[in-house]
């Protein structure tokens, strides 16, 4: 797969005939793989090549800042996914006021000059340019090959990036591990935090979301996987007696998940994190690209009167999330 960066004065890319789909893909979930599925059967059938155009940061992000919708996935999570799904291209367009501005016609003419676009997959609520003045029935005038794809549903509702958020932010995993067709996860890099939960006695990974703020918050059980070394094993070497909890798949491990602001902690400017608390593991971990797979939601984050408190919680909240892990010894979702 090949990545492209895309501004509003894109140069010529002289790319081969392509057929493009549009959107924000947030989530890549069931209805955006029916899209990109169909996608590549137009393709095929006219022997172009592949192409998602995505949009970055996602544009109501640029118009509503922090009271955005969250995130479902990071640009590198969607890239992933797209690139599992076997596009050949992705194009990221640079959203800002020079791209917002854009005339439909302007837009078009980009489609066509540009990515060299001669069908288009869209969505059948599509609109685009300025002020939302364009549609599929205006580019089809244009030009394009131009096929709308019905609402993809499940369970007698439609598929959206806006139920997966709030199927998310209730705690029903296994729900969204089906809208997405697969568990859902997060993935950054393990960075420095406080150091706080290490005088707590429950040291943990702070991992980078790569979002303005998440679509989930509290306690839950995760499984932990590294992307670029095989985690089990380098625990293992940094402290054999030390190994952890394993987790359901080769090489990952068990963990205590928390994603919130930690109101027990008084901070100047709280902020959102993602912690994994692994039982039983000494090792140095920064640095390393981890995936954190949500497998079971305990309860909603909690704000405790003190630090004390706040030490017995996580001991609770541990305790009970092993005895899950005890309890369930197939994967979850």
Not at 270 to 289: D, K, T
Not at 303 to 329: C, H, M, W
Request: net charge neutral.
């Amino acid at each position: 797969m090949k990545l492209l960066r895309l501004n509003a004065l894109a140069t010529d890319l002289q790319l081969p005939e392509t057929a493009v789909t549009i959107g924000n893909f947030d989530g890549v979930h069931l209805g955006h793989q029916a899209m990109i599925s169909q996608l590549q059967q137009f393709a095929e059938q006219r022997h172009l090549k592949t192409m998602v155009m995505i949009f970055e940061p996602q544009p109501l992000e640029f118009f509503k800042g922090y009271d955005a919708p969250p995130r479902i996935s990071s640009l590198r999570e969607k890239v992933e996914y797209l690139a599992e799904l076997g596009v050949d291209y992705v194009a990221i367009a640079k959203f800002d006021n020079q791209f917002r501005s854009l005339s439909a016609e302007a837009f078009a003419d980009l489609l066509k000059n540009k990515l060299n676009a001669q069908s288009l997959i869209l969505g059948d609520d599509f609109h685009f340019g300025k002020d939302r003045q364009g549609n599929s029935e205006f580019l089809k005038q244009y030009g394009f090959d131009v096929t709308n794809l019905k609402t993809v549903e499940f369970d007698g509702e439609r598929v959206s990036s806006t139920r997966i958020r709030q199927v998310l932010q209730q705690g029903n995993l296994n729900l969204a591990a089906k809208l997405l067709g697969r568990p859902y996860s997060m993935t950054g890099r393990v960075q420095y935090g406080d150091q706080i939960g290490r005088t707590l006695n429950f040291p943990t990974i702070n991992v980078r979301m790569n979002r303005h703020k998440p679509c989930l918050n509290g306690i839950y059980a995760v499984e932990v996987a590294c992307e670029t070394t095989p985690l089990a094993d380098k625990v293992r070497a940094a402290h054999p007696e030390l190994h952890g909890v394993s987790g359901y798949h080769a090489q990952t491990l068990f963990g205590a998940g928390h994603v919130g602001t930690r109101p027990a902690i008084k901070q100047e400017h709280p902020e959102w994190r993602l912690e994994v608390h692994f039982p039983q593991v000494s090792a140095n971990l920064y640095g390393l690209l981890m995936r954190v797979t949500f497998l079971d939601y305990l309860h909603g984050e909690l704000n405790y009167p003190s630090l004390e408190a706040l030490q017995a919680g996580i001991d609770d909240d541990v305790v009970k999330l092993l005895e899950f892990r005890q309890n369930t010894p197939k994967f979850p979702l």
